[in-house]
């Protein structure tokens, strides 16, 4: 059954932590994509990835980090630099002209 | 710079009666563009999508429409049901780089 799956569901972290975030998919895509969801601001994009070995920050990737070592995984990172890191992270992948499927969601909270 | 824009938070709408979700956009290098359903602490949902070559695609209930000259597109849901009520979320990506944007949402409630 293809699809994409992030892990965890929740994640807590402490002040000055990494973190990082699960993004796996076995729909053979090779874009992915990390957004961010605020109340009220939509969904921002932080880094997405064409291809393996290769990303590209978003409108809002200071303080986050990603790699792309295999075409099904693309985890992301919440440095200790991100002032503002509580928020519901949700990761993507798809091929333009064909749709971008979208994981059920991780929720960061800062403690 | 929003460069996909959303205007209206929020829709209310009676059941059985259309659903109007307006989308604008400002770049002029986006050619492909989406609509997705979002529930609360869930991933979003892909609905229909439609390229720049043309300007009208539909799938059951759901039909969007594309103004390339007004940089417009809309999402027509009928007849609107209970389950359409969700945040909807419009997109656009261009060819060239794969970067998907999107705009900040419209909440849609379906009134009984």
């Known amino acids: 059954d293809?699809?994409?799956?992030?892990?965890?569901?929740?994640?807590?972290?402490?002040?000055?932590?990494?973190v990082t975030?699960?993004?796996?998919?076995?729909?053979?895509?090779?874009?992915?994509?990390?957004?961010?969801?605020?109340?009220?601001?939509?969904?921002?994009?932080?880094y997405y990835s064409q291809i393996v070995n290769d990303?590209?920050?978003?409108?809002?990737?200071?303080?986050y980090s990603v790699s792309r070592e295999k075409k099904e995984s693309f985890p992301l990172t919440v440095t200790s630099a991100?002032?503002?890191p509580t928020a519901f992270y949700l990761c993507a992948s798809g091929t333009w002209g064909y749709g971008y499927t979208f994981g059920s969601g991780t929720r960061l909270t800062v403690v | 710079?929003?460069?996909?824009?959303?205007?209206?938070?929020?829709?209310?709408?009676?059941?059985?009666?259309?659903?109007?979700?307006?989308?604008?956009?400002?770049?002029?290098?986006?050619?492909?563009?989406?609509?997705y359903k979002k529930y609360p602490a869930e991933g979003?949902?892909?609905?229909?999508?439609?390229?720049?070559?043309?300007?009208?695609?539909e799938d059951g209930r759901f039909t969007v429409f594309l103004n390339k000259?007004?940089?417009h597109l809309s999402l027509h849901i009928v007849p609107s049901q209970p389950g359409d009520s969700a945040v909807y979320f419009c997109a656009a990506s261009a060819s060239r780089d794969d970067k998907i944007?999107?705009?900040?949402?419209?909440?849609?409630?379906i009134l009984p």
């Open chain 2, 69 to 71: 000259s007004a940089k």
């Open chain 1, 55 to 63: 990303f590209q920050k978003g409108d809002i990737a200071e303080g």
């Open chain 2, 101 to 109: 944007i999107f705009g900040k949402g419209t909440r849609l409630h």
């Open chain 2, 44 to 57: 979003p949902t892909f609905l229909i999508s439609i390229s720049s070559i043309k300007d009208k695609n």
């Open chain 1, 21 to 46: 975030l699960s993004c796996e998919q076995n729909l053979n895509h090779d874009a992915m994509y990390w957004y961010r969801q605020d109340p009220g601001q939509g969904l921002r994009l932080i």
């Open chain 2, 1 to 35: 710079d929003q460069q996909v824009k959303q205007n209206s938070p929020s829709l209310s709408v009676q059941e059985g009666r259309i659903s109007i979700l307006n989308c604008d956009y400002t770049n002029s290098m986006f050619d492909y563009f989406l609509w």
């Open chain 1, 82 to 84: 991100q002032k503002n």
């Open chain 1, 2 to 18: 293809g699809g994409i799956t992030q892990s965890p569901k929740y994640l807590f972290r402490k002040e000055g932590q990494n």
